[in-house]
């Protein structure tokens, strides 16, 4: 049983390699060489409009990790506390 599909999964491994595009890296670097991206320069305002959105959402992000935490931690001590 074992060689059966040992055989099985060789001829299928087979079948893919025959469907591959790219028989070598060379051929691989040759069509992705092509490709540019070309990307938009950004004005200091923009920029600035960028960082206040990301400084605006971590300090969001670390309020809501210390509730959580406080919670975490809170909640099950309160409940200990008031059930004797």
């Known amino acids: 049983m074992g060689m059966l599909a040992a055989n099985v999964s060789l001829k299928n491994n087979r079948k893919l390699l025959k469907k591959r595009t790219f028989r070598t890296k060379e051929d691989y670097l ?3 060489s092509k490709t540019t991206v070309v990307f938009k320069k950004a004005t200091p305002e923009q ?3 960028v960082k206040a959105t990301i400084r605006d959402n971590r300090r969001t992000e670390f309020l809501v990790s210390i509730i959580a935490a406080v919670a ?3 909640v099950p001590l309160l409940i200990y506390w008031l059930l004797p």
Request: without cysteine; hydrophobic residues 35%.
């Open 30 to 32: 040759k069509t992705t």
């Open 47 to 49: 920029m600035d409009a």
């Open 72 to 74: 975490t931690i809170g």
